[in-house]
Structures are given as C-alpha cells and as structure tokens.
C-alpha cells in the first residue's frame, strides 16, 4: 500500500464503530420492514409475531401501514416497544413460561376465522420460539421442557431438536399458518440462525415441515431419552401431521427475509469501502468456543499483516455466527467480549490491528453491554493498571476487564437480533 | 460459475493429494538444500544440526558438497537416513533423554577449536530443541524437566518458556555458535514455529537472545514455580549470560529459513492454480482446539458455497500452523485426523466440498498416518458401515474412524516438517 492512509491509526476504532451501526442499522426493522409491505388487502389484515425483534417489527408496520390492521405480537422482556393498534406481550426467554403459552393462544386466536380475503403478516425473529410456546393437546409445557432438557444433554443436534419440538406443539412447524387458512400468510422475518433456514428461524410457525412423527419417535428412541408418558403416547398416535412441503394449506403463504447476518456483514463491508478500507467477509455463521474462535481469527489478521493474505491490508476481516463460552470462572463475561480478550492474548500486542466484537441484540451476555473494542496497547493499557488478561480469560471476566479499560461498547438494546458481529481491522 | 469445470468431483481428491505433495516437496531437504549451499571456505566444513528433518538436511548437504566435511547431527527415532561423512545420531521426541545430551556435547566437541577459515553449517529444524539438550553446568537432565513441567502446568506461554529453558542450556539460546567462534557459521533451517523466529526454532542455539537470566528469574517468581535448588542458583548466579545481537563472536553468522510453512502453503496454492482453482492462504499458523478449528473453517467454506465469500467457487482454502487435541477418549487420533472428523460434522454432507488435512511430517499423532481426507459422503459412508462419526470425535478415535472408511493419507516419514497442512477444497 503506497500513498496516503485514508483511515490514520486514530480514526480505527471509530471506523469499527461505523461498521457495526451500519450493520445494526441493515436489520433495524424500522429501515428495513417498509420496503417489504404488501398491498393492503381486500379484507382485514391481521399481524402477528414473535421473536426478540417483532415489537420493532410491528411498530415499523404499523407506522407505515395504509389501512386498518390489528393483531398479537410477543417479544422478550426489554425488547417491547409500544403500538397503537397491535397488542404487544412480553414472555420468558430462553426458556418459555406460562406467559409464552398464553402468547401463543392469542397469536392462534387472532388467526382463526379468517377469509380468503384477510391477510396475515407474521413478524418473525430469533428467540421466537421460546416466546410462543404451545404444547400439543394432552401434552404440558412441563412435558415439552423435559423432554427439550434430556435432548440438549444427549448431544442431539439442532435439526434433531427441532424435529421433536415441532411434533410436540400445537403452533410450530406450519401449524400457525395452517390455522391461518384461507387467510394469505406474509411472513417477514429476521434471521438468527445458521444458514437462514425459514423453517428454522423461530421453529419456522409458518412454512412447511418436512419431518415427520416417525423421525421425531426415531431420534427420542436414538439418544434412549425416557419421555414422559404423556409425549411418548403423543407421538404415538402421531394425529395430524404437521403441514407438509405441497401442504395446500399454506399455498398462499410467502415467505421474506428482511434481516439477515449475512447482509448485516455486506453493510459494514460497504462502510469499510467508503474509508477505501477493504471488507473481507469470512463467514456469516461461525460456530466455536469463543477463546478458540479467537485463535483462529487471530492468525488469519497475523497472516494480513506478515504476507498480505489472504487480503492486504488496510482490510478489515468481517464475520458472523454466535459463539460459545463454557462458563468455569465466576467473572462478568459474554461470548463477544471473552472472544476479544483471546483476541487480544493471540495478537499479543501486534501493531496496526484493532478489533471490535459485540451481540447485535446490544446484550452481550446478562449485562446491557453490546460488546468491546480491543487495541494495539489493549494489553499494554491492562497491564499498566495492573489487570490479569489471562488471569480475567481464565475466570470469564471480560466485561470487567474491558470496563477497567474504559473499552466496552455499550448501546442500550437493538431491538433486532442478527447474532454476533465481528471485525477485525488491520491497517 | 460457467463454461467448463477443469476439475471434476471425482478429481477433487487427487487434486487435494497433488496440492499436499507440493507442500511436501517445497519442504524437502534433497530439493531445498542444495540453492542455499556457500562456496566451500579456505579451511574446514562442519555440519552439525538437530531436529527431525536435520538428518535429510545433511543427506542432501552430503550430496552436493563439492569439498570434504566432517560433522554430526541429531535427529528423531525414525528420521535417520544414510550419510558417508557426517554422523547421524538418534534420539527421543518430545522428551529429551541421556541421548539427547550426549549428542549436544559431540556437536559442542564438533564445533570448539576451529580457525576464521573454518565454516560451520547448523541444520536446524522442529523438535531440535528436544533432540539437542545440556544442562547448563551443575545443572541435570532432571532438573531441566522438572522446570519444564511447571511451566507447562502454570500456563506459561512459549516465549517465557524459551526464555527460562535458554537459561538453563549449555547450548540453546546462541551458545552454540558462540563455541564454533572464530569459525563462521551458516544455518540453514526449516520452520515450524508461528512467526518463523530464528530465536524460537529449535530454541535458536546459533542466533542471539535477547532475554535475559533476570528475566528468567521474574518468570518463576510471577508463577511460584518451586523450582529444585540448582535451578535457582543457577539462575542466581547468573554466569556468562547467553550472546545477545550484537555480540562479536556471533558477527560472522548467517542465517537462512529454507523452508517454512507459509512456503509449502505457497507451493500448494500454485499447484491449485494449474488446475485453475483460486487458492486462498488464511493462514500459516494457525492453532487452537482442533475440533473448534474446525467449525470456524467449516463456517467459511460455508460462506464460500452461498455468498461466494471470502472468494468465489472452484476454490481453495489453505492454511498450516498447529492444532491441538485435549484427550479425553483412548481413540486412536490426531490433531488433523481429529479436525477432519469435526469438519465433516460441522459440513453435514455438504455438495461439493472436500477436504484433507495432514501432518507435512507424514505422522499424525502417534501413528504412521499422515492425515486423511473427507468427502461430501463421509458421514453417508459411515453411516453405511454402522459408524458413529460424533462418538468417533468424542473418544478422539478419528484415525479408527477413517481407516474404516478407507480414506487415510498413509506417506511415510517425510524426513522434513513445516507443521500441519489443511487444504478445504469448494468445486
């Protein structure tokens, strides 16, 4: 790289923090849900939702809708914004309440009785899934939990697990959009997951699934998992099926994503082109535990800097996904921030790279911290004030470490979730 | 992607084995040593050298010196090859033994008495460190361990670690070539260390160390390392530190990296390259848990198949370094056996992807096994002859596991070692 630098090592971290705005702002559903409303329609239009984003979601629609409209979205506590015309419920997250069943009542309520002429739009995002949550008939949330409990313990994966969820409740797998019928079914959602899967997205309440009672019987019967009596005989009887790929049905059902990490990560990679910053985006979906994630990416910024590869820089290598952290300390950690700590350790202090990482959602972890910056002098900085990288690694204790240094990235919730957002800035 | 592929699907694997032989061969002793080869000085040659490739280095020194020379060199169990003139010793790997040390002496003996007309030629490689060890005086093999151990368990990195293990040489740390003055020194040495420093392979017996016997001491103080008595006087008394840059009897040294990974990784993308399959090197050094390597390079090879990012299909991604395994079954495995198996889980079968990682030693863990290669049928295959690829990964049982499959990448020896090799091919 010859001639003038465009983005001088003073302007680094305020150029990371423009990344993720943008990135932030290619999924906030006040920008994006305009663009993807339909044609008011002949007779009612009903919305409904569920998902960490959905209250944002409605209020975007409904400030920009033409004609009348009502309707029942659920979202998680903090994540409510105020509508005038969709009733708006707040429900337990991770795990589902009482409150999420109710949720999922008035969401199958407000569907039901509808004609040819009504539209319903679904307002899905992540986390959506544990918010409306209704167990089969004969079936118990309790029911549902131990069997959810005993297949996370197993190893099962996630196609596994959502196979037996679906074929335990009354609103997953299509069954939201069947009850629609003959309404027609927009759904707008906003992806979380790995692959942009819209029957994974939310347990996917309004697109066809494709698995069946059998398979869901075939993976409780794989892991040997001793189900409750009530969810064996349930599956058993194996009583209607969930709407399948053909299901007439949900043959007016469309299906639009209006978020996604990945297009997050081209809006950052955008706001890198305009400072003549080249945008590397290595993936939208990794997966790992978080300090080793970090190693990983670590070696690829060492590898721009020593030999120009796989891009030269002044770049800036983009990713996202959700990591994990296996919690053995005691600290205040998230998975981005314990992500940047092992950052730093891995760079050791290596000139002309910063790094930013934080949940998009604007809670990294349990604390109301999105995320952290992390500097060439980051370990510099720590040791002078007489901080323990290691020693705060070791004790997933991030947070603490980059409050200590006046480093963390804190901007209230997002209201949208695409997972975590990574960049890695090398100069 | 149009117009013909040059690569078919079932060429994918030959192509994968081409582009690790070229690796290979970009590391081999008989093809690298002899264009870094001196004029024959005035006086005496002496070879010397340790590590595993440092017996074919001195065959292929051997074969090409056009004047007499004398020497001796130590190498690992297994990696001993024929030579007329110079001496080749054996001895243990990883942990050093009473072989270890009496090949340091002979090389000590080999190198003390020489004029300014003499030459020196030190063949270093990895695990010249282990091969090549003497206690510093007053100090034993055990004492030596002892240190070692402690370092390990508290956590220490490998800079602090070289830097006490220096200390308590006889011949680390520049103290060979400050035996060889006045007679000029030549080394020639191939990489397998992250960042290629000639102080870190084989813990730099003829290049100056910067650190210091104060240094040293801070190191076990800031771990509480118990260390035996003769250690800490020892380090106490601090005699004739080892030669630091700019010492005199190290001003007629030189010193050239005839291989490194970063070089093999180039050789197998310029083999890509003939087949007209865009090469992209993520990294040379790449290290971490190799089951999390592998699902953040799994994520990318993702991205490659739906976004055409970080670059377009047919492609490579290529990358060395060394992954580690934490053992918690009695498999039998290796670091890139074991990142196979947790690639072929994070991809699920999916189209068009192959992969083959293997180690450019040609030994994978303990066995004589290279690495091996995954298709986008391996776990359908397996799950064909009744395998469990998840358990295979959890009782670290990968080279079982792809033995089965008929698909180990079975070399021999390869007599050199530029660390791992990984090459995840998208058609």
Redesign the interface.
Known sequence: MSGELLVAPEQAEELLRRMFQAAVAAADPAKVVPAFLPEPPAGRTVVVGAGKASAAMAQALEAHWPGPLSGVVVTAEGCAVACARIRILEAAHPVPDARSEAAARAILDAVSSLSPEDLVIALISGGGSALMALPAPGLTLADKQAVNRALLRC?ADIAEMNCVRKHLSAIKGGRLAAAAYPARVLTLAISDV??DDPAVIASGPTVPDPTTFAEARAILDKYGIEAPAAVRAHLARAEEETPKPGDPRLARCAFALIATP?KALEAAAAEARKAQITP??????????AR??A???G??A??VR??G??IAPPCVLL?G?ETTVTVRGDGKGGRNVEFLLALAL?LKGERDIWALAADTDGIDGAEPIAGAIVSPDTLARAQALGLDA?RALANNDAHSFFAALGAQLITGPTRTNVNDFRAILVL
Chains 1, 2 share one sequence.
């Open positions: 190893g790995p692959g990945q590397m985006i290595l993936s939208d979906s990794i997966e790992g535990e080793e994630v190693r990983v990416l070696a690829i060492r590898e020593r030999f590869q796989p990713s996904g891995a290691k």
